[in-house]
């Protein structure tokens, strides 16, 4: 949907009534068979081995305690962080380092990493910002580098995007509840229309009993399928446009908690010392971090990673 008009497909006539599968897309070409596929590694060009490794690089501590109470959770407010072995000057090309102290509502230090941190060390004058490499030690502290790239004072800015448990709840509700945002398709033919439940997976919502399930629609490009419950009195193929249906939520008072927007996205309190930086008489293109044995913790940031 786009600036609140449903988009519109292109239907493609389906492929079988036993398959109940019609291909869609957004351009007016004419329509074109296609075999059914599913997606499988030999169709990605990566190995078992590679596929495992990216899993578990992009995998996300949790922690060590299963339903967290909302003060057992990391909170912004209580955390702290120190700049390490400040000094008095520094040079651009030149590296700052961090220390972050996680602490739940009780401002008892963590024991356990996953916190979602995001560090930037910024000058409001200059209008200039860097973020920080964020390194996850699995025990509720953090480290953080920054490069000196401009001269000028700097200072740091700690923010807590979301703590452990708050990634373990919306974890946890990705597996059990996909369609947490749901859709309506409307299907038109001549004077007859029906709106059904459509979403990007058979979930239960959308499967029902089962009697009715489901008009499916493959991308012809990407292959990725559209899935509505079918529809009573229409045909797959009778299928104009979908909209937002809606949202459900399925969290506990504790989750919904944890979740709350006040543990959202907080700097954390506190000032950092003035970051003096001077300039080089060299010029200097190019920095990079310095060298260190860790890996990717998420595909939620580029800037935090977790040793191993």
């Known amino acids: 949907m786009k600036n609140g008009t449903p988009t519109k497909w292109t239907m493609l006539k389906p492929m079988s009534h036993n398959h109940s599968q019609a291909q869609y897309t957004k351009n007016s070409q004419k329509p074109t068979q296609l075999p059914h596929a599913t997606h499988s ?9 590679e596929w495992e490794f990216l899993l578990e690089m992009l995998k996300w501590p949790s922690p060590t305690i299963e339903n967290p109470t909302p003060t057992e959770a990391t909170d912004p407010r209580k955390c702290t962080f120190t700049v390490l072995n400040w000094k008095d000057n520094y040079t651009v090309g030149d590296f700052v380092n961090v220390s972050v102290v996680a602490r739940n509502g009780r401002g008892v230090p963590k024991t356990y990493g996953g916190d979602f941190f995001q560090a930037k060390l910024y000058n409001t004058e200059l209008k200039a910002s860097t973020f920080g490499l964020v390194v ?14 401009w001269p ?4 740091v ?4 995007i979301h703590s452990s448990e708050a990634v373990q709840v919306l974890s946890r509700h990705r597996e059990r509840d996909p369609d947490k945002i749901f859709f309506t398709g ?6 007859i229309k029906e709106n ?18 489901c008009c499916e629609y493959r991308d012809p490009r ?8 079918r529809p009573t009195s229409l045909p797959c193929s009778a299928l104009v446009y979908h909209s937002t ?5 399925q969290l506990s008072t504790n989750e919904s908690k944890i979740l709350d927007r006040d543990n959202t996205n907080i700097v954390l309190p506190g000032s950092s010392p003035v970051i003096n930086v001077f300039a080089q008489h060299t010029d200097i293109r190019k920095c990079s971090f310095p060298p260190t044995y860790c890996s990717p913790l998420s595909d939620l940031t580029r800037t935090q990673i977790r040793c191993t």
């Open 196 to 213: 059904v439940v459509c979403n990007a997976m058979k979930s239960p919502r959308l499967v029902g009993d089962g009697s009715r399930c």
């Open 136 to 149: 996850d030690h699995d025990n509720g502290t953090y480290s953080v580098s920054f490069a000196l790239l």
């Open 157 to 160: 800015s700690i923010r807590l």
């Open 186 to 191: 409307y299907f038109e033919d001549g004077d």
């Open 245 to 249: 249906g809606g949202y459900q939520a």
């Open 222 to 229: 990407s292959g990725e399928v559209w899935f509505c419950r």
């Open 41 to 49: 590694l030999a169709n990605t060009k990566i190995s078992t081995e």
């Open 152 to 155: 000028g004072p700097a200072h």
